[in-house]
């Protein structure tokens, strides 16, 4: 009965822990990709044409602008069309380089580039594919011990 109570116990910390080991290599695969963006998106020379909603003044904005801020207040613009909800422009909360204020500035998204178009073509394959691989290699490890770990402890 101990025994079996000890192997259930076993059973979950190891759970437990494959877990947060799961967890740990999604959110560092993830920060490898957005730095890996980050440095792409240096070479960069689109820009984005935004509109100050406060002066009305149009001015140009590097796209890898907002590649290096990703935690800019954003508001998104829809518009309904035949049941579907179309994006049409992106508000973004910024500093106006002519009225110096800090105020929302629009990006018309129908007519400019997307970012992501920009990125160089498969830039986010090497990243998808050590993701899957390194989660599987650990799912398999768990799989294993998970068989083998009584054989080690009982
Ligand atoms: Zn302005």
């Given at each position: 009965?101990?025994?079996?109570?000890?192997?259930f116990?076993?059973?979950?910390?190891?759970?437990?822990?494959?877990?947060i080991?799961i967890?740990?290599?999604?959110?560092?695969?993830f920060?490898?990709?957005y730095?890996?963006?980050r440095k792409?998106?240096?070479?960069?020379?689109?820009?984005?044409?935004l509109?100050?909603s406060?002066?009305?003044?149009s001015?140009?904005?590097?796209?890898?602008?907002?590649i290096?801020h990703?935690?800019?207040?954003?508001?998104?613009?829809?518009?309904q069309?035949?049941?579907?909800?179309?994006l049409t422009?992106r508000?973004?909360?910024?500093?106006?380089?002519?009225c110096?204020?800090?105020?929302?500035c629009s990006y018309?998204?129908?007519?400019?580039?997307?970012?992501?178009?920009c990125?160089?073509?498969?830039?986010?394959?090497?990243?998808?594919?050590?993701?899957?691989?390194?989660?599987?290699?650990?799912?398999?490890?768990?799989?294993?011990?998970?068989?083998?770990y009584?054989?080690?402890?009982?």
């Amino acid at each position: 009965m101990e025994i079996l109570q000890l192997q259930f116990q076993v059973e979950i910390a190891l759970t437990i822990g494959f877990a947060i080991l799961i967890l740990l290599i999604m959110f560092i695969c993830f920060l490898q990709f957005y730095l890996d963006l980050r440095k792409q998106s240096k070479d960069l020379l689109e820009t984005a044409t935004l509109e100050c909603s406060q002066c009305h003044t149009s001015f140009q904005l590097p796209l890898a602008y907002f590649i290096q801020h990703p935690f800019l207040l954003k508001k998104d613009k829809r518009i309904q069309l035949g049941g579907i909800k179309r994006l049409t422009s992106r508000q973004y909360h910024l500093t106006c380089p002519k009225c110096h204020r800090k105020t929302w500035c629009s990006y018309d998204l129908e007519n400019s580039t997307s970012i992501l178009a920009c990125l160089r073509k498969g830039m986010w394959k090497k990243h998808l594919i050590r993701f899957v691989l390194l989660e599987c290699a650990v799912f398999i490890f768990y799989i294993l011990l998970m068989q083998l770990y009584s054989v080690f402890l009982f």
